[in-house]
């Protein structure tokens, strides 16, 4: 099995652990963090993060996972509506909402709300092939070697 598809099927039982969930545990997100936040570049990064989810931080937790896991994108926009906190995330926060791809999740628990927009964002991510630059071809007649050095 590829590991791209292990991946995938792992952050979509995650996805389906926090829909499920009322309110956000320190067991739950600790194992978020460990099933998604592959680059704790610094001891010290890993060892805040524990210590933010022992001490009962989750939502703050869940914005380190975010910074860590995902340094390009940004929390676009939280809101509370009808009993339900809606959370978007975004790679250009500067565009217009109409112009922007946000991706957007909804639940009832602030941090799970977080928490549901981070594995969201982190599945397309993991389901976007990678970049693979392309150089156009030419035809080799087109192009005429010529000498520019100065033997004068």
């Given at each position: 099995m590829f590991l791209h598809?292990?991946?995938?099927q792992q952050l979509a039982t995650?996805?389906?652990?926090?829909s499920a969930a009322d309110e956000a545990t320190p067991e739950l997100l600790s194992e978020i963090v460990a099933g998604t936040v592959r680059r704790l570049s610094a001891p010290g990064d890993a060892a805040q993060l524990h210590q933010l989810i022992e001490a009962g931080a989750l939502t703050e937790a869940a914005f380190a996972a975010i910074h860590l896991e995902l340094p390009l994108w940004q929390i676009r926009r939280i809101t509370y509506d009808e009993g339900g906190w809606y959370c978007a995330m975004s790679q250009q926060r500067e565009l217009p909402e109409w112009l922007d791809e946000a991706i957007e999740t909804t639940h009832a628990s602030l941090t799970l709300a977080i928490?549901?927009?981070?594995?969201?964002?982190?599945?397309i991510?993991?389901?976007r092939e990678p970049s693979r630059p392309s150089v156009p071809r030419t035809r080799d007649d087109q192009f005429k070697l010529v000498c520019c050095d100065n033997f004068a």
């Open positions: 598809s292990i991946r995938s995650l996805a389906g652990r926090v928490v549901s927009v981070y594995i969201e964002t982190l599945r991510e993991a389901s």
